[in-house]
């Protein structure tokens, strides 16, 4: 096997095979922000490599390249995606992670799976990386790879960035196993959060569960037996996208002329408001089609001049939340429609698959205003990249406020979703405000996402990595 300088591992390739009726094998991009940023960064690194499952079980296709990235597929078996990665990943940590939007469950036979599968996607990064590299591992699916590749390859760099939130202590305490996590994540030179609260949440979890000493953000690992005590930096790199693909798409006059048809195809309306998600728990869609539900009900929006477009892509269809959810909205989406739809033209355009950019983008295009209604998400990507569609400054982005992007996107109007009667507001807000204030806070919010692309955010990272992590075993305490 060719080894490389800089290894990802990830729980998801950047694709998804799928088998298509005929036995053929066809690869589709994996959804999710994680691959979004990271395939962006990765398509310029020279001979880099990225370790990860290819999202069906059973055995696992040869290493293959596409895009210039080498790719590694890593095996689970039909066992191992149910307790593993909807198991432990989907319905423990990712709850818990989320403020226990919805319960937790905690099994030991999926702490055992988990355990498993991160010794696999870790034996799989020590094979592709070459002596002195980098290997950076990314997301709650993997806390284990970091100190499982640091006993076996002292040699290597190894840096952790956690996509989505670190809980406070008081619910971080909740997860059995929780020291063999902490210990896990500490076995990197440089562990990563979105916002500065996690990586507060990160240290202050290390400081009270495990006893280390903590120099604000620095950690003093205690050496076992001979080994010497090493530091861990833990700090934010809020991640973001690749602002210039964005903006090279929406110059192009065949984008141009979509967006133009879109509205066409909508009847024409004064004003189209879109939310774009993957169907999960966190995302604050109930909440947003309540909110839109009550805004008809009550005449405040008028169905035959206004249309919300929602697009919800398909996730983890087989976990029971996930399930619940779908059923909810899409009986809520039926009785909006049923209420308040013109004939011929939906009050909701509901739209349960994927896009590709390019339709991605002209939907951006053709929206007046994006709702952004997460009741907890670590960056939410779709903010900045509705922000980076609109280079004609109008456009208004409605953000909670427990998504990651409201550390930075302060121009939007920012709202507390739990709140209804605020996201209604907040809607209303949006969808009358004058066009010279559109335009200012448009400005604003583009100078934050031109400035920091996903280039500029994966070398902060990797620049950090480098000045902290010495091969050999880490920085050394002093
Ligand atoms: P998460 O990582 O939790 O899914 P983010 O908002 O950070 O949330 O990232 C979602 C990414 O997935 C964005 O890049 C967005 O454009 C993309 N995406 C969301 N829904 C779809 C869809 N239906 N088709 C294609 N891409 C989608
Ligand atoms: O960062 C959010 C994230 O959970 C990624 O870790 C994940 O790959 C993606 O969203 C999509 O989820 P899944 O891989 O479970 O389909």
């Known amino acids: 096997m060719p080894t490389h300088d800089l290894v990802i591992v990830a729980n998801r390739l950047p694709v998804d095979a799928r088998t298509l009726p005929d036995g053929a094998t066809e690869w589709v991009t994996s959804p999710g922000g994680l691959v979004t940023a990271m395939e962006s960064v990765m398509r310029t690194v020279d001979s880099g490599a990225w370790v990860g499952w290819h999202g069906t079980p059973g055995q696992a296709p040869e290493p293959f390249a596409a895009d210039g990235m080498h790719l590694y597929p890593v095996p689970l078996s039909e066992q191992e995606v149910s307790r593993y990665y909807e198991g432990f990943s989907n319905g423990t940590l990712w709850p818990l992670y989320h403020d226990v939007i919805v319960d937790p469950e905690f099994h030991r036979t999926w702490w055992d799976a988990y355990v498993r599968a991160n010794r696999r996607f870790a034996q799989a990064a020590v094979s592709a990386t070459a002596p002195g590299g980098t290997i950076w591992v990314h997301d709650y699916q993997l806390q284990l790879v970091p100190e499982l590749i640091r006993s076996a390859r002292p040699d290597v760099r190894i840096g952790f960035f956690n996509h989505i939130p670190f809980p406070p202590v008081e619910l971080f305490s909740q997860l059995p196993k929780r020291n063999q996590v902490l210990r896990g994540l500490l076995g990197a030179d440089l562990v990563g959060f979105q916002r500065e609260s996690d990586a507060m949440n990160f240290v202050a979890a290390v400081r009270h569960l495990l006893g280390y000493q903590v120099d604000q953000y620095t950690v003093t690992v205690p050496g076992i037996g001979s080994e010497p005590a090493r530091q861990v930096t833990a700090r934010s790199f809020p991640i973001s996208i690749d602002t210039a693909a964005v903006s090279a798409l929406t110059e192009d006059p065949a984008l141009q002329e979509r967006a133009a048809e879109l509205r ?74 049923g209420d308040h739809a013109p004939i011929g033209r939906p009050a909701v355009s509901y739209q349960h698959r994927s896009f590709d950019r390019r339709d991605m983008t002209a939907l951006y295009m053709a ?74 806070a448009m400005l604003s919010l583009r100078r934050q996402v031109l400035d920091h692309d996903v280039q500029a955010w994966a070398r902060a990272f990797l620049a950090e990595l480098e000045s902290v992590g010495a091969p050999g075993g880490g920085t050394p305490a002093p």
């Open 264 to 337: 066409r195809e909508l009847g024409e309306p004064a004003k189209i408001v879109l939310g774009v998600d993957r169907l999960d728990y966190t995302k604050g869609i109930r909440h947003r089609l309540k909110a839109w539900g009550e805004l008809l009900d009550d005449g405040s929006i008028d169905p035959h001049d206004t249309v919300m477009i929602q697009v919800a892509t398909p996730s983890r269809e087989r976990v029971d939340a996930y399930r619940q959810l779908r059923d909810e909205v899409e009986l809520t989406v039926g009785r909006i429609n």
């Open 367 to 440: 929206s007046d205003v994006c709702l952004v209604t997460a009741l907890r998400d670590g960056m939410n990507l779709v903010a900045k990249e509705y922000v980076a569609s609109r280079p004609d400054l109008r456009g208004v982005l409605v953000l909670s406020e427990f998504a990651g992007a409201a550390d930075e996107l302060r121009a939007a109007i920012l709202v507390n979703p739990h709140d209804i009667d605020e996201l209604k507001a907040a809607i209303l807000q949006a969808l009358n405000m004058p066009e010279e204030e559109q335009e200012q």
